[in-house]
C-alpha cells in the first residue's frame, strides 16, 4: 500500500470545537446582550421621552381626561336623560409589559332610555359629543353601541342595559399607576342631598350617615354630582313610598328599577325586599 498522502487532503491535527456549537454559544451571549440593551433602552425612553402611546400616560396623567370625558357624556346625556354618575373603579393586576405591572380606570354614565329607543338615544348623545371624539352608533352583539375616543387613548362606550336604561363607559386601558388616580374633589352638597333624603325617608329609612358624594366637571365650568346611598335592612322593597314624590309619573318604572324627577334632581332607586340603592344627579346645564 503507497503511504503517500493525496492532493487536497489534509491530516487532522487534533480535536476542535464543531462550528455549529460555537456559533451556538455566539448566539445565545449575543441574544443575552440584546435583552439587556432593549430593558434599559424601554426603561430611559419611558423616564425621559414624552410619552407617545397608552403605556406610556399613566393614571394619574390619565385620570383627569376620564373625569372631562364623563362631564361631556353627562352634559351630552341632558339634563332629562341623565340618570347617575358612576363612581371611579381602579382595577390593579394587569401588565402594561412583560416588566411592568399597571391598572385601569373606568368610570361609568347612567342615562335613560326607554325600550325600543336606545339606537335614538345612543345617537343623539354620539351627536352632541366633540366632534375631535368620533363618536358613532353601529351594531353590536346585544344590541346598538356607541363607540368614541376621547383623546390621550380613552375609549368611550355605551349600549343598553336591557332595563330602559343605557350604560356608558371611559375606560383608560391598563397602563402605569404613577402617583394614581385623585378624584375630583367633593364640594358641599347640593339639592341633589335633600333629594336622595327625601326618597330615604320616603321609604322609611332616614339617612344616618353623609351620602357619598361623585362630581364630573362640565365643559362649562361647574361639577355634575350625584350622591348615593344604600340602606339595609328595614327597607321597603318596592317603589310605592316613591310615588308621592315622583307625582305619578316616574321616568322609569321597571321592578326593582325606579326613577322620577324631583326639580333639577333625577333620583334612581334599585329596590330590592334586602336593600335599597339610591342616587340623586343634577346634570350639567346646556
Known amino acids: 500500500m503507497s503511504g503517500a ?3 487536497g487532503w489534509t491530516p487532522s491535527t487534533g480535536p476542535a470545537a464543531p462550528a455549529p456549537a460555537r456559533r451556538r454559544r455566539w448566539l445565545l451571549v449575543a441574544t443575552v446582550v440584546w435583552a439587556v440593551l432593549l430593558t434599559a433602552l424601554v426603561w430611559t425612553s419611558v423616564r425621559d421621552d414624552p410619552p407617545t402611546v397608552r403605556e406610556q400616560r399613566s393614571l394619574d396623567q390619565a385620570g383627569p381626561v376620564v373625569d372631562r370625558a364623563v362631564g361631556e357624556l353627562a352634559r351630552a346625556s341632558g339634563a332629562a ?3 347617575e354618575l358612576g363612581p371611579a373603579r381602579v382595577e390593579s ?3 402594561v409589559t412583560p416588566f411592568a405591572d399597571g391598572a385601569a380606570l373606568r368610570r361609568e354614565v347612567g342615562v335613560l332610555a326607554a325600550v325600543g329607543t336606545e339606537r335614538a338615544v345612543l345617537s343623539g ?5 366633540p366632534a375631535s371624539w368620533r363618536a358613532g352608533v353601529g351594531p353590536g352583539l346585544d344590541g346598538p353601541e356607541l363607540r368614541a375616543d376621547a383623546g390621550e387613548f380613552v375609549a368611550v362606550e355605551g349600549r343598553p342595559t336591557g332595563d330602559g336604561r343605557i350604560r356608558l363607559t371611559v375606560d383608560t386601558g391598563c397602563r402605569p399607576v404613577g402617583s394614581g388616580y385623585a378624584p375630583p374633589p367633593a364640594t358641599d352638597a347640593g339639592p341633589e ?3 336622595l333624603t ?3 325617608r320616603a321609604l322609611g329609612r332616614p339617612a344616618d350617615a353623609a351620602p357619598d358624594l361623585v362630581t364630573a366637571p362640565c365643559p ?3 361639577l355634575a354630582r350625584t350622591a348615593r346611598s344604600t340602606a339595609g335592612s328595614g327597607t321597603v322593597g318596592s317603589a310605592g313610598g316613591l310615588t308621592p314624590l315622583a307625582g305619578g309619573a316616574p ?4 321592578p326593582p328599577v325606579y326613577a322620577y324627577r324631583a326639580g333639577l334632581v333625577t333620583v334612581l332607586a334599585e329596590l330590592t325586599p334586602d336593600a335599597a340603592r339610591l342616587a340623586a344627579t343634577v346634570g350639567c346645564p346646556g
Open 81 to 83: 336623560g341623565l340618570l
Open 5 to 7: 498522502v493525496r492532493t
Open 193 to 195: 342631598a335633600a333629594a
Open 220 to 222: 362649562g365650568g361647574v
Open 251 to 254: 321616568l322609569l318604572d321597571n
Open 93 to 95: 393586576g394587569c401588565r
Open 198 to 200: 327625601a326618597a330615604l
Open 125 to 129: 348623545i354620539a351627536d352632541r359629543l
